[in-house]
C-alpha cells in the first residue's frame, strides 16, 4: 500500500493511473483530475471529492471511504467492511 494520506495533490492529473491500494486518505484533492484512474481498494477516508474531476461511481464502489469524506453531486457513497 503506497501512501499519500494528507498529501496536497491538488490540480493534479491522476489520468489512468493505477492507485489501487494507496492510501489517501485526507489529501488535498479540489481540482484533481481521476479519469480512468484505478481506485481498487484506494483509501479516501476523510478525504473531500467534491471538486475532483472526473471521478465515477464505480471508481467510488471499489474504492474504501466512509461518512467524512464528501463526493461529487449524484454519486453514492461506498464504504468498506
Known sequence: MMC??????????????????????GAKMDGADLTRAITSVTSFLGTDLRNVKCLTQKQIDMACSDAKRLLPV???PHTCQ
Not at 4 to 25: H, V
Open 4 to 25: 499519500m494520506s494528507f498529501a496536497d495533490f491538488r490540480g493534479a492529473s491522476f489520468r489512468g493511473t493505477e492507485l489501487s491500494a494507496a492510501n489517501i486518505a
Open 74 to 76: 449524484g454519486l453514492k
